[in-house]
C-alpha cells in the first residue's frame, strides 16, 4: 500500500482535524510507503501573507511530529519543495475539461456567494490530483469533504491514461468512519471558517474557557437524555477512556446530569487526552531546525520519486524523445 496526504498549513489544528483526518495519517503511516505532505501551495490560494504562510508551514510539520508522526516511517515534506508536482500539474491541466472544475465545492460555494474566484481556487482539484497521482499513490486517507477531489483525480488520471497508456496508478479515497464529522462549539461541523473550534494545542485554561462556550439546550436536568445526539457527549467520546463514556452515558438516559458538570469532565478528560502532544509540541517547537531537517531529506526522497511519475508522464504524451 502505498499512502499519501496533504494536510493545508492554514492555521491551528482543531479537534475536526485531528480526529478526522491526522489520526487516520498516523494509523497508516506504517504502510510500505506513506508520504506526508504540507500543502503550502495550496494554502497560497486563501493565506497571503508571506510571514504568516511561512510559519503556518513550519507548525503544520511541528504538528504532525508531536502528534505522533515518525520521520523514520513516513516521509514528511513541504508541498512547493517538490517541483516536479507543478511540472505535473501542467500536464494534467491540459486534458481537465472546465465542467469538472466547474462542479467541484470550493469553486461553486464561492461563486454561488457571488464572490469572485481565482484561477488558483478553479484548478486546486487539478493540483491536488498531481500530488496524488506524483507518487503512484494508491490510497488517500481524507475527511469526507475531501471525496470529491479524489474522485476529480481519477477522473483525470483515468482519462490520461486512456489517451497515453497505463501512466498513472488509480487512487482510492480512504474516510476514517466514526469520527468523520466532529461537531464544532455550536454544534454545528467544526471548522475554522465557522468560529466554532476546539483548539488541540490551545493550553489547558484556554481549552477549558472553549469548552465551557459549548451550546448547550434548556432541558431541564431531571430529564433523561440521548448522549449520542448530544454535542458535549459526543466530544467526550472522543477524548474519555471506554469505561468512563459509558458510566457518561449511563448518566445521561438516568437524568439528573447537568451540562456544567459534562463539561467539566470533558475539560478534564481533554486535558488527559493531549497531554502527551501538548509535551511533544513543545520539544519539537524548541528545535524548528531538527524540523526543517527532516522536511529537507523527506523532500529529497519524494523528488526521487516524483522526477520518476514525471518522466513517465512527459515520454507518453510527447514531450521527450524528439
Ligand atoms: P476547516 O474546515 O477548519 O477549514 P480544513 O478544511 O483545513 O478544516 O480541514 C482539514 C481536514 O480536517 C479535512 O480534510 C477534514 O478531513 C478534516 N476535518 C476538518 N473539520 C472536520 C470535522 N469537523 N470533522 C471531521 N473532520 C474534519
Ligand atoms: N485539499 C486538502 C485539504 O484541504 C489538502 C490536500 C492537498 C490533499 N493535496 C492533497 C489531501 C492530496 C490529500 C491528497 O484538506
Not at 135 to 158: F, K, M, N
Not at 235 to 241: D, G, K, R, T
Amino acid at each position: 500500500m502505498r499512502v499519501l496526504s496533504g494536510i493545508q498549513p492554514t492555521g491551528r489544528p482543531h479537534w475536526g482535524n485531528y480526529f478526522g483526518a491526522i489520526t487516520q495519517y498516523l494509523e497508516l503511516q506504517h504502510a510500505d510507503q506513506a508520504f506526508y505532505f504540507i500543502a503550502n501551495l495550496h494554502a497560497l490560494t486563501t493565506v497571503r501573507d508571506q510571514q504568516a504562510l511561512a510559519q503556518y508551514t513550519l507548525d503544520a510539520a511541528i504538528d504532525l511530529l508531536a502528534f505522533g508522526l515518525d520521520p523514520d516511517e513516513a516521509v514528511l515534506f513541504v508541498q512547493s519543495d517538490v517541483p516536479e508536482v507543478s511540472q505535473l500539474c501542467w500536464l494534467l491541466l491540459t486534458g481537465t475539461p472546465m465542467g469538472l472544475l466547474e462542479r467541484c465545492h470550493a469553486f461553486k460555494d464561492k461563486k454561488a456567494k457571488g464572490l469572485s474566484a481565482d484561477a488558483g481556487l478553479f484548478t486546486y482539484p487539478v493540483l491536488q490530483a498531481a500530488d496524488i497521482l506524483a507518487y503512484d499513490s494508491d490510497t488517500v486517507p481524507v475527511g469526507e469533504d475531501q471525496l470529491q477531489h479524489i474522485e476529480v483525480c481519477r477522473d483525470i488520471a483515468g482519462s490520461f491514461n486512456h489517451k497515453f497508456g497505463e501512466v498513472f496508478v488509480l487512487p482510492r479515497a480512504k474516510v476514517l468512519d466514526g469520527s468523520a464529522r466532529v461537531p464544532g462549539t455550536d454544534g454545528e461541523k467544526m471548522s475554522k471558517s465557522y468560529g466554532n473550534t476546539l483548539d488541540v494545542f490551545a493550553d489547558p485554561a484556554g481549552q477549558r474557557k472553549q469548552i465551557m462556550r459549548i451550546a448547550t439546550d434548556s432541558r431541564p436536568v431531571d430529564q433523561p437524555k440521548d448522549p449520542e445526539t448530544d454535542t458535549l457527549y459526543q466530544l467526550y467520546s472522543l477524548v474519555a477512556p471506554a469505561e468512563a463514556c459509558q458510566e457518561m452515558a449511563d448518566r445521561y438516559r438516568q437524568g439528573g446530569l447537568g451540562y456544567g458538570e459534562v463539561k467539566k469532565a470533558l475539560a478534564a478528560a481533554a486535558e488527559t487526552f493531549f497531554a502527551e502532544a501538548r509535551a511533544q509540541r513543545d520539544d519539537w517547537a524548541s528545535r524548528p531546525d531538527d524540523v526543517r531537517e527532516i522536511l529537507q531529506s523527506g523532500a529529497a526522497w519524494a523528488r526521487k520519486k516524483a522526477r520518476e511519475v514525471l518522466q513517465r508522464a512527459q515520454a507518453a504524451c510527447g514531450l521527450t524523445g524528439y
